[in-house]
């Protein structure tokens, strides 16, 4: 795996924000999918060249609409104000799943179309401030002048460096410490908080009325994005997932799934994390993972081939780290 690579997958998790630099092709902005009565996903995705966005979901409330996650990019937020202005409705508040960029960058965006809007997250951002972003920083700046690698990729690092410069703006109005249900805009919602798991405090969301549960980046694919995971804490949320009477869930980045397909990729994750703990070498451990996760992928070889590279990527790190992210705070 080349540099680039590598650095690219720790971009995947960080996230970016791309307020349109000269000499780029914008992208179109992706088209809403209903899901369910009253529910929308906005879906992710990663452009050539480019790095992610995470998927956005949109729930429709008595008093506007709620945005779970904002992606990353111009064209992702231009379809959520796109909806909200097909539906008629403001934004009555955000909910974000956690501080990586691919999911928070569109808040300010979306703040300044609807003032009132109130904005719930936990408040693991204030740890990305202090350490993830500023480390993120110094390693992605090298990059900024390398002409091997596309000039849409190094516009993301622009606006990656530039994102965390602003970071303190992303933080939450309503810090979410406890999980339970709240009524946003008029709709109840089950907000629960899983502690040191995709990060040190991720916040997925469960809807009675349409069965629904948004899970943000507790499930991704291609693989789990580990960069900044305490995998143990990971396994106790996926758990509490499963214990959640829900029809479809949304991941952070990938398609909808059944409760089938939740389960085969809980029971992928589990296997994965014994095996990059174990002595077995990197390249079954990865082949492993792309295998068990195969119908939950496209039909297209190279998304086999990045499921494998970036299983490999993850235990590589997992082992150099105890089997976790350096930036765990699992024991604090």
Known sequence: MNNWTRIGITLAALGTFTPGWPGTDPVPAPAPRDVAPGVWLVPGGIPPDRQPDGNSVIFAAPAGLIV?????????????????????????????????????????????????????????????????????????????????????????????????????????????TVSGTIALGGRPLRINLALDAATAGDVWLYDEESRVAVLGDLVTLPAPFLDTAC?????????????????????????????????LYQAAFDAFIVCAGSARPQGECASDWADSIRTLLADDPAEQQRARGMAAYYVDMLRANDGRSKFCESSR
Do not use: C
Not at 240 to 257: K, R, S, W, Y
């Open 68 to 176: 779970v996650d904002t992606g990353r990019h111009s064209w992702q937020r231009e379809a959520i104000l796109a909806l909200a202005h097909a539906q008629r409705k403001e934004i009555v508040a955000i909910v974000n799943t956690h501080w990586h960029l691919d999911h928070v960058s569109g808040n300010p965006d979306l703040r300044a179309a609807y003032p009132g809007l109130r904005v719930y997250a936990s408040d693991a951002i204030d740890g990305a401030i202090e350490n993830f972003f500023p480390s993120s920083a110094k390693d992605s700046a090298a990059y900024l002048d390398d002409p091997q690698i596309p000039q849409e990729t190094r516009d993301d690092i622009r606006g990656d460096l530039l994102a965390i410069r602003n970071g303190a703006a992303l933080r939450p109005d309503e810090v979410i």
């Open 231 to 263: 995998p143990e804490g990971w396994k106790v949320a996926l758990q509490q997932v499963a214990d959640t009477p829900f029809e479809l869930a949304i991941p952070g980045h990938g398609d909808p799934m059944t409760r089938a397909q939740f389960q």
